[in-house]
């Protein structure tokens, strides 16, 4: 996409407004709205915001930055036409007044984190696999964890009453460009799961974004709240986001696939699996980056709790799809779709990039169900358990060192104040759970 072709589009669809699209450090999507009037300016890299506004970003004395344009993210939204008049996007970088990438901008970072990939001869190509519940809103219109939809996995109509809501977000997706491979309703009531096409890392993180930009608007549109929360309701399964990846090599041949070796797996496939293993309890505080979060990090629900790796089993944390050739990838299961997809992925990348670079040699697979095994078993193999609450991951977050090579100083120490801050909170909150334990008996 170019500048002028972006202009043509805007001509012939009547585009009046722009969302200036960027994402702060928690991975919330921020946006500055600007009429057609300062699209050119835009266009330019001048739109300017108040960054010490923005929770991470800068202090007062330095706040003013800019969003400079991905014109490759341009998209119409289709369903913000109101009277023939349009409206479309852009996602930013953000950039400081002497024109420099903004440290603190995640998309920034994993440009640097892909930089450095490049440099070791790959790209890293990714698909995600975000799960969301679609719950009902209350006579206020406030969010419940309520539903009635009595579907189970893969089910059916009648019993899916999420199907309508679906299917729009379906259709709105790839009337902005996406390839949709397959949708489903996910195991617990009220669940479902859409899957686009892989793409480079960059674009799947933008698109990952995206989504759960659409997926909220268009649930709303049927009086439905749809939450990525990883564990709204106890006892039913969690969502999580299965985040597949490849690195292929720059003559474009996938670097993982060997015909000639034992799984159809090359020595870099066994070599970033390595780096995966080896830095999964410190890469956990930001592909599960809530309280919340290790609720669904629980034996019990298919959710990954234990530091493996096979080629068949779902109850390890690192699985390997049946399709080989160009489809070979690695498949990370514990990151859930509350994180930050631009910090998880220069996360993950760096930790598989860590094993390529030092050779390392991933342990035996597991190839029978980690859950039924005894800790004695799981001792005697091995295997380690994921951390067991943001507390754990953050101690384990900042013993590794990869994570604050790969989020920068200022990522990492805001990153590490802000989850310090909400697990404090949580510590003393009194929950619940302890009013109906304790309440009426002590």
Request: aromatic share 10%; proline share 5%.
């Amino acid at each position: 996409m170019t500048r002028d072709e972006i202009l043509k589009i805007v001509e012939e669809q009547n585009i009046n407004f722009f969302r200036m699209q960027f994402c702060d450090i928690n991975g919330f999507m921020k946006n500055v709205a600007i009429p057609r009037s300062q699209l050119e300016k835009a266009l330019d890299g001048q739109i300017m915001f108040d960054g010490s506004s923005i929770d991470g970003f800068a202090r007062i004395q330095e706040s003013d930055m800019y969003l400079k344009p991905d014109y490759d993210t341009f998209v119409v939204l289709p369903w913000r036409n109101k009277d023939g008049i349009a409206a479309a996007r852009l996602i930013c970088d953000v950039h400081l007044p002497d024109g420099t990438p903004f440290a603190g901008c995640p998309r920034v970072n994993l440009k640097k984190s892909l930089a450095k990939a490049k440099e070791m001869g790959f790209t890293m190509n990714v698909g995600t696999e975000a799960e969301f519940f679609l719950f009902n809103l209350d006579e206020c219109g406030n969010a419940t964890t309520h539903t009635q939809d009595t579907a189970g996995y893969f089910s059916l109509d009648p019993d899916d009453e999420g199907t309508n809501c679906r299917r729009e977000i379906i259709e709105t997706l790839e009337a902005m460009g996406y390839e949709i491979e397959a949708s489903h309703h996910e195991v617990a009531e009220g669940q479902h799961e859409v899957n686009f096409k892989f793409a480079d890392a960059l674009t799947c993180a933008d698109n990952t974004v995206t989504f759960k930009w659409v997926v909220k608007a268009v649930a709303r549109k049927y009086n439905l709240h749809a939450t990525f929360m990883p564990k709204p309701v106890f006892g039913i399964n969690g969502s999580g986001m299965h985040t597949n990846q490849s690195l292929f090599k720059l003559d474009g041949s996938n670097a993982f696939a060997d015909d000639s070796g034992e799984l159809g797996l090359s020595e870099t496939a066994y070599q970033y699996i390595a780096g995966i293993i080896k830095n999964a309890r410190g890469f956990a505080a930001v592909t599960n980056p809530l309280i919340n979060s290790y609720k669904r990090l629980v034996p019990g629900y298919e959710a990954p709790v234990y530091v493996a790796w096979s080629a068949s089993n779902r109850s390890a944390l690192v699985r390997i799809p049946a399709s080989r050739g160009v489809g070979t990838r690695v498949e990370v299961r514990c990151p859930d779709p509350t994180c930050n997809p631009y910090l998880a992925f220069a996360m993950m990348l760096n930790s598989g990039l860590d094993g390529v670079a030092n050779k390392l040699t991933p342990p035996n697979s597991v190839d029978i169900n980690i859950f039924a095994m005894t800790p004695a078993e799981k001792d005697a193999a091995g295997i380690a358990s994921m951390p067991a609450s943001l507390n754990e991951a953050m101690d384990e977050l900042k013993k590794n060192p990869i994570a604050r090579e790969t989020l920068g100083e200022h990522i990492f120490e805001k990153y590490c104040a802000t989850k310090e801050a909400e697990w404090d909170s949580y510590r003393i909150s009194v929950t619940d759970w302890e009013l109906d334990s304790y309440l009426d008996i002590y």
